[in-house]
């Protein structure tokens, strides 16, 4: 059943993408009066078509990781002289301009609405207090203290562990110092501090950069309740239920779910004797944790089971909300930062400051697709324009295949007066395949690694 939500939500999302960046291709097309023959939304054998009007061919295609508008152009094709001014070729160089860079731009335009709408219907944060700082980490060094707000980062406002998690992120592998302003518990008064970040590295896999930093967001207590059970677990075939809270391992007493779950950690194939407290009543049960390997080779127990949820207290919560003019300021900043977090990182990479592990290919895009569909309409709208926005800049990349790649032609042939020719297209398309295959074959290896 997980699965199948998953795939759904994957087919919605990339759905829903497709048809923006395709639809954004389309109608600047059908303004500079250029022939649409086809838009499919999806690759492959269409299982659904139809026709408008002026002849062009809808189709819902059977492989959902793409789309296409097919035109009319002499370079594909015969065209009759009565139709040769709606070739796309035959257009001036700054309306094919137009029409190549408006789905990449649409994508754009849809992840400022989407934010705009998330900011007035009002988003759920948790307030970034720090529970703890690690020991030995740069929080702990510049003596950040326990129970504090972090209110900004480098001067800019952080209302959520969301926002600190960006403005962290964006300084990854620099240099120079980070500015972090806390409230302490129980004041109004605001300290800075200052974190040298020469050597602040860490592996996107393991850590976030809040916790690669060294702190721990707060928690409410979390007591060792089990809440849910996967259907072929070692916990839901030990006879375990929904409410039952584990009192003791091996005689040794739990303090709370963490604790529970370090124990289980460390035991793989070991048996463990539970006490269990179910309604007031006391028993014992023997669990065996399973052996399960993490991607770095270690070997911990897992027994397929999650904690009862616990709510945060009312002061650890807050809703993030503006007016209707506010919210479109803001959902420009907040698309603005990304756009600019996401070719940051991209420069990074290119100059090997921050590994390729970054990529995330199409599997991790189905389980955070699953994964916030499942968390509410705001996790799934975030996402959404935060994909959108990933996908709009990496169609913008000056590759061969891709729209920047066309972009580039253009810009060439509005600067010299004459089109690139086909011997050096024909390179291009070579070396643009190339690069995009690699990049597919790195993002799809590190999925593999993350599963």
């Known amino acids: 059943?997980?699965?199948?939500?998953?795939?759904?939500?994957?087919?919605?999302?990339?759905?829903?993408?497709?048809?923006?960046?395709?639809?954004?291709?389309?109608?600047?097309?059908?303004?500079?009066?250029?022939?649409?023959?086809?838009?499919?939304?999806?690759?492959?054998?269409?299982?659904?078509?139809?026709k408008d009007r002026q002849g062009t061919e809808y189709a819902i295609a059977s492989i959902p990781l793409g789309g296409y508008v097919k035109m009319l152009d002499e370079r594909e094709g015969d065209v009759p002289d009565e139709q040769l001014s709606q070739a796309f070729n035959r257009k001036p160089v700054i309306q094919r301009i137009a029409i190549v860079a408006a789905g990449p731009l649409v994508n754009l335009i849809f992840a400022v609405f989407a934010y705009w709408f998330l900011f007035i219907y009002g988003v759920s944060a948790v307030v970034p207090v720090i529970g703890a700082v690690q020991q030995g980490s740069l929080a702990e060094n510049a003596g950040l203290p326990i129970d504090s707000e972090i209110v900004a980062v480098d001067g800019h406002e952080t209302l959520s562990w969301d926002a600190v998690n960006l403005r962290l992120a964006s300084r990854v592998a620099e240099s120079g110092e980070l500015s972090l302003k806390l409230r302490e518990e129980g004041t109004t008064l605001v300290q800075e501090y200052r974190i040298a970040l020469d050597e602040w590295k860490f592996d996107v896999d393991k850590q976030s950069p809040v916790s690669a930093l060294g702190l721990v967001p707060w928690r409410p207590h979390v007591p060792a309740i089990f809440g849910s059970f996967l259907e072929n677990g070692r916990a839901a075939g030990s006879g375990l239920k929904a409410g039952d809270e584990v009192l003791s391992v091996n005689d040794v007493r739990v303090q709370d779910w963490l604790s529970f779950v370090s124990v289980v950690k460390g035991n793989p194939e070991q048996a463990l004797n539970l006490r269990i407290d179910r309604n007031g009543q006391e028993f014992f049960v023997k669990?065996?944790?399973?052996?399960?390997?993490?991607?770095?080779?270690?070997?911990?127990?897992?027994?397929?089971?999650?904690?009862?949820?616990?709510?945060?207290?009312?002061?650890?919560?807050?809703?993030?909300?503006?007016?209707?003019?506010?919210?479109?300021?803001?959902?420009?900043?907040?698309?603005?930062?990304?756009?600019?977090?996401?070719?940051?990182?991209?420069?990074?990479?290119?100059?090997?400051?921050?590994?390729?592990?970054?990529?995330?290919?199409?599997?991790?895009i189905a389980k955070v697709a699953g994964s916030s569909a499942s968390l509410g309409v705001e996790y799934y709208i975030g996402f959404l324009a935060y994909l959108s926005i990933s996908l709009g800049i990496l169609n913008l990349l000056p590759i061969p295949v891709l729209d920047g790649g066309h972009l580039l032609y253009y810009a060439v042939e509005l600067v010299t007066g004459r089109p690139v020719s086909e011997n050096i297209q024909l390179l291009g398309l070579k070396i643009g395949m190339a690069m995009l295959l690699s990049l597919m074959f790195v993002a799809l290896f590190n999925d593999f690694m993350r599963l």
């Open 287 to 364: 669990l065996t944790p399973a052996l399960k390997i993490t991607d770095d080779g270690e070997k911990i127990g897992y027994i397929g089971a999650g904690t009862q949820q616990v709510s945060l207290p009312e002061n650890m919560e807050r809703q993030i909300r503006y007016g209707p003019i506010e919210s479109i300021f803001m959902a420009f900043e907040r698309s603005w930062q990304l756009i600019g977090l996401i070719f940051d990182s991209i420069w990074k990479m290119l100059t090997g400051d921050m590994s390729v592990k970054n990529l995330s290919g199409p599997i991790t």
């Open 1 to 50: 059943m997980e699965l199948l939500h998953t795939i759904l939500a994957t087919i919605v999302t990339l759905g829903i993408l497709v048809t923006i960046h395709e639809w954004g291709h389309f109608y600047v097309a059908r303004r500079c009066g250029v022939k649409v023959l086809r838009f499919s939304v999806g690759f492959g054998k269409a299982f659904y078509t139809w």
